[in-house]
């Protein structure tokens, strides 16, 4: 077994797999790494499952020190790592020799890290998984929803491979300003024409007000025109209106159930794009089919053979 | 009833199968829930119910929207309400006290009643379970008698107790854990709502029904009820 010494954390660093399932009739939420390609790639650099438990960093503040010698990977945002001061780019496992410190110092591209180790972290599985949703009081490394936290144990059990990286074909472009796709939901046409127009024509930008149960969206104040909805299930990126007009699209840790008309849902590549964008970015949005949008996905979860 | 299938997501699509909230419609709900179970198997990630809907999650990697459509509709070919009683009935005691029911007075003032009546019909009625969700073992119940019907305070409470009972509009419920809300708040249940120890670990299940039983102070504190009043929690 190979151990990391956590040495400074934040409430954003948080243990996290694929998420829960087959227990959402119970109100319990998904949980999960908001972007799941990167947490995917991480996993992917070390011969893991692609959901093997990892460490999502968001923003920075994250520091930890080898007890051994380690073999990790990194994929996701660039939060500015550091392995005893000299830069580590994401997108490719390291070494970490014992007593090396690994830091994440502040968002230089995108907001979430992932942070993976051989055969994933250890850490019980609570309702089927490692995922931390602090608010259930699920997951995480002592089961109970606590983020990671200074002083605490990372360990894994996991054999060493060789370093390698994930091909630039591959690496996700953080940077890119592509629209977002949207699968048009079944509200779409109680929404005025004019703001079917702005939803799809104008850009939005992130609200500060954004964290793992949604984003919130600033732009023009769109208008629902129809009866009042009753409380439904609610899909992973679902773009919801509530009465102000200003879309939330929401994440991993979202509440089951809701009653907010709804645009449609962000596919599951679009929401990992979104999870990587900070305060301020403005995004764009372009509708999609159901089926075509699965056939980008089949063709997307290839990449990872 | 009148069933239709629509997208809400890549890999969700909504069964909607009422349009207004009822009693009547839980058999139906049942039917098709059990229905899709067993349709969908393993492809299911999971089946989230509420008071006119099902949504299907399915396994993308395994099966096409179209393919998810037509398993939906084949599924419900001549489907029959489900009469025999499948839910549990659960009973869970109450304790109807000011301290932590706040509200019980002013529910007293809206229907004209006494408190002792707004609790004594509270507890009268068998309530159905409709849906679960705000969290884990959060239960929505009802109907609660149309006297008292209440809706959320304008502004929610920052911290409600574990095991609080409270009214909104028409529903009931009990918050499992310790938690913001804006019920109207009538008592406090001793009882474990959620627990990851237990088998199924929601103590209520879409489909159950539940009475409510007003115990005194004595007997509450026995059954391991925490009578901390709720304004030390604030």
């Known amino acids: 077994m190979s151990r990391l010494m956590i040495e400074a954390s934040t409430p954003l660093c948080l243990l996290q797999d694929a998420g829960r399932f087959g227990v959402r009739h119970l109100g319990v939420t998904q949980g999960g790494a908001a972007d799941w390609c990167s947490m995917s790639w991480a996993n992917w650099l070390l011969g893991n499952e692609l959901d093997a438990a990892v460490v999502e960093i968001t923003l920075g503040g994250f520091a930890v020190v080898a007890e051994e010698d380690c073999l990790l990977a990194l994929a996701g945002a660039d939060l500015g ?57 699920l997951g995480g490394l002592d089961g109970l929803g606590v983020p990671l936290t200074r002083g605490a144990t990372l360990s894994y059990r996991g054999e060493p491979r060789q370093v390698r990286e994930v091909p630039q074909s591959h690496q996700p472009d953080l940077r890119s300003d592509k629209p977002l796709d949207l699968v048009i939901g079944a509200q779409i046409g109680l929404f005025s024409g004019q703001s ?10 992130l609200d500060s007000r954004a964290d793992r149960m949604g984003i919130r969206l600033l732009g023009s104040a769109l208008q629902y025109q129809g009866a009042p909805m009753i409380s439904e299930g609610i899909p992973l990126g679902a773009v919801q209106v509530p009465p102000d007009g200003q879309p939330i699209v929401l994440l991993n840790d979202r509440q089951t159930i809701g009653g907010y008309p709804r645009l449609g849902a962000l596919t599951p590549l679009a929401l990992a794009r979104l999870a990587q964008c900070l305060p301020g970015a403005t995004v764009r949005f372009i509708p999609v089919m159901q089926e075509q949008a699965w056939k980008t996905h089949q063709n997307y979860l290839r990449s990872y053979a | 009833m009148n069933p239709r299938v629509e997208v809400v997501a890549l890999d969700c699509l909504m069964l909607r199968l009422f349009d207004d909230i009822a009693e009547a419609n839980m058999p139906w709900m049942l ?78 003032e809206r229907s004209g009643l006494v408190v002792e009546e707004v609790i004594r019909r509270h507890s009268a009625r068998e309530y159905q379970v409709f849906a679960l969700g705000f969290a884990p073992g959060f239960a929505f119940m009802g109907l609660v008698e149309e006297m008292l019907a209440a809706p959320r305070l304008n502004t929610p409470r920052k911290k409600v107790a574990a095991g609080s009972v409270g009214i909104a509009e028409r529903q009931t419920a009990a918050y499992p854990v310790v938690s913001p809300g804006g019920w109207n708040l009538i008592g406090r249940t001793p009882a474990q709502l959620f627990d990851r120890h237990r088998d199924g670990y929601s103590l209520m299940q879409p489909g159950d029904t539940v009475r409510f039983e007003a115990v005194d102070h004595a007997e509450f504190i026995r059954l391991g009820g925490d009578d901390t009043p709720l304004e030390a929690l604030a």
């Not at chain 1, 079917?196 to 930008?205: A, I, K, P, Q, Y």
């Not at chain 2, 990697?61 to 309400?81: E, F, K, Y």
């Open chain 1, 81 to 137: 790592a550091q392995i005893d001061g000299q830069p580590l780019a994401p997108w490719r496992s390291f070494k970490l020799a014992k007593g090396q410190t690994l830091r994440f110092t502040q968002p230089l591209l995108g907001a979430r890290a992932y942070l993976a180790a051989p055969g994933g972290f250890t850490a019980p599985k609570v309702l089927g998984s490692s995922a931390t949703v602090v608010r259930e009081e």
């Open chain 1, 196 to 205: 079917l127009f702005e939803v799809f024509n104008s850009r939005w930008t």
């Open chain 2, 31 to 108: 039917a098709a829930s059990e229905r899709l179970r067993t349709a969908f198997g393993a492809q299911l990630i999971d089946l989230v119910p509420s008071y006119t809907t099902l949504m299907v999650h399915y396994d993308l990697t395994l099966l096409s929207p179209a393919r998810a459509r037509q398993m939906i509709a084949d599924a419900l070919v001549d489907l029959a309400p489900n009469t025999r009683r499948a839910g549990q009935c659960h009973v869970l005691p109450v304790w109807y006290d000011l301290s932590v029911g706040p509200e019980l007075s002013l529910l007293a």
